[in-house]
């Protein structure tokens, strides 16, 4: 059998047409493939967390000098964050119960500090209790949780007590 060849120019005047139908198959095959494998995960650095009402209270036993703390019965830890001065030139001011904190890059410290006293504690570790006033920025609150979390805090709590009852 032999073959013959065509000269350009001598045809029919048909043009090639592509066939897009396998390939729009196989995209929708894909599509299909990658929603139905595809986990979606909920976006990070969101915190769920919902502030109790402010009530009266009252703050655990002061820590009067962080440096020469001795092991006590801590009911808590409690970090309280507040700011002062105008809305715009506002200071972040911090406390551990009642012992202020020069800023929060100091306060991860600090709380590791009286953590580590706790290692050997038949008791465990006290509870970290952030008392977060409603003027905070929130990178200073998402500090402070990180701070008690690099401190192995087991469990962090929050609370909102009015200022004037520190």
Same mark, same amino acid.
């Given at each position: 059998?032999?073959?013959?060849? $065509? ?9 090639p ?7 729009? %198959? ?11 494998? *595809? ?5 990070e ?11 009266k ?11 020469? #703390? ?23 001011? #911090? ?6 904190v ?24 006290? $509870? ?5 006033? %409603? ?5 200073d609150?998402?500090?402070a ?5 690099? *401190? ?15």
């Amino acid at each position: 059998m032999a073959m013959t060849l $065509r000269k350009p120019g001598s045809g029919t005047g048909e043009t090639p047409e592509l066939n897009l139908t396998p390939m729009i %198959d196989v995209v929708f095959q894909l599509l299909s493939f990658f929603l139905v494998t *595809a986990r979606f995960l909920p976006s990070e650095g969101i915190l769920q967390t919902q502030m109790p009402e402010p009530t009266k209270a009252t703050a655990a036993k002061p820590v009067e000098n962080p440096e020469d #703390i001795e092991v006590q019965e801590f009911e808590d830890v409690v970090v309280h964050l507040r700011m002062d001065g105008d809305t715009d030139s506002a200071i972040l001011r #911090i406390k551990i119960n009642s012992t202020a904190v020069d800023s929060i890059a100091s306060l991860y410290p600090r709380l590791a500090r009286i953590r580590n006293l706790f290692k050997d504690s038949s008791k465990g570790p006290p $509870r970290c209790v952030i008392n977060c006033a %409603d003027d905070v920025r929130y990178k200073d609150l998402v500090k402070a949780i990180s701070a008690a979390q690099q *401190a192995e805090f087991p469990n962090i709590s929050f609370a909102n007590v009015r200022v004037g009852s520190e």
